[in-house]
Nanobody, 120 residues
């Protein structure tokens, strides 16, 4: 199983970016999918998470600006980021809790991270 994140880049404050993360490999089912971020010298924090049924949860700092969504048929999770601020600058990681075997319990898998830089 692999998670491949993309869509990061350099954007001015107030701008927008859309991150994508696709899960591939032998996948039985995917539970929660989420985005996390880690700024230099800081811990990795949850940004947004979405259940298989579409229930979402956001960090307070991004509520009203970021939207998480997923395409269950394609095993993709998106993060639409609007009105970006300099404090959103970080490496963004996707995570999926999924089963790769019908017998085994689900495990967490991480993407490789994509850099988002917001210039003020």
């Amino acid at each position: 199983v692999q998670l491949q994140a993309s869509g990061g880049g350099l954007v001015q404050a107030g701008g927008s970016l859309r991150l994508s993360c696709v899960a591939s490999g032998t996948i039985v089912n995917i539970n929660n999918m989420g985005w996390y971020r880690q700024a230099p010298g800081k811990q990795r924090d949850l940004v947004a998470i979405i259940s298989a049924a579409g229930t979402t949860n956001y960090a307070d700092s991004v509520k009203g600006r970021f939207t998480i969504s997923r395409d269950n048929a394609k095993n993709i999770v998106y993060l639409q980021m609007n009105n970006l601020k300099s404090e959103d600058t970080a490496v963004y990681y996707c995570k999926a809790n999924l089963k790769s075997n019908p017998i085994f319990r689900p495990n967490d898998y991480w993407g490789q991270g994509t850099q988002v830089t917001v210039s003020s």
